[in-house]
Every structure is written in C-alpha cells, then in structure tokens.
C-alpha cells in the first residue's frame, strides 16, 4: 500500500519561507512518477502549482516561478518545495501528488500553510 504524507506546514509571516515535505512509503518506485503539489485555498478549488517530472524538469505555475522550488530525492522517496517570499494569498493546504500514466495516482492528506502576520 502506498502512502503520501506531507509535513512542513505551519504559520508564517508575510515575506517568510517554509519548505514542504513529501515522503513516499510503501511499494512505490518513486522516478516512475511525476511528483507534484498542489494546493486549495477555503472555498476555492484544487490547484496545481508545481511539478517534479520524471525527465528531471520542473514546472510551475505562474504566481509562484521564481517564489517556489520543488525538488525530489527518488532514492529517498521524498519531494520538497521550498517557498520563498511567501503571501497571505498563498495561504492554503498543500498536497502531494504522484502521478503516472494510466494510472489513479497517489495523493497525500495534505498540509496547512497559512500566511499571516
């Protein structure tokens, strides 16, 4: 059984940074999957905001280039995103991916960020 869990989360003030965790357990092997995070705001919908790929590329969504890093260690199952230079308005819980084609992918329970000052 595979499992996703998130850690890292926590209050920050305006401008600060906080590195989320994604650790993988169980039979995964992890450089199959494109890892990826996202998040969900109150009320609003999921959104996808970054992307470890499997070709060793990472993408990101517009309001964070430059602001967010995602980076992976397959060995050790483990994806992070380091974000920097953080906002009320990225306030939100974060989720883990992983993703692979033709397949339901994993999701992680998610973890709170929250912006404020």
């Known amino acids: 059984q595979v499992q996703l869990v998130e850690s890292g989360g926590g209050l920050v003030q305006p401008g600060g940074s906080l590195t989320l965790s994604c650790t993988a357990s169980?039979?995964?092997t992890m450089w199959l999957y494109h890892m990826k995070w996202y998040r969900q705001a109150p009320g609003k919908a999921?959104?996808?905001?970054?992307?470890?790929?499997?070709?060793?590329?990472?993408n990101y969504v517009d309001f964070v280039k430059g602001r967010f890093t995602v980076s992976r260690d397959n060995g050790q199952k483990m994806v992070t995103l380091q974000m920097t230079n953080l906002k009320p308005e990225d306030t939100a819980v974060y989720f883990c991916?992983?993703?692979?084609?033709?397949?339901?992918?994993?999701w992680g329970p998610g973890t709170q960020v929250t912006v404020s000052s």
């Open positions: 991916n992983a993703d692979r084609s033709g397949e339901p992918g994993y």
């Open positions: 999921r959104e996808w905001v970054a992307t470890s790929t499997t070709y060793g590329t990472s």
């Open positions: 169980g039979s995964i």
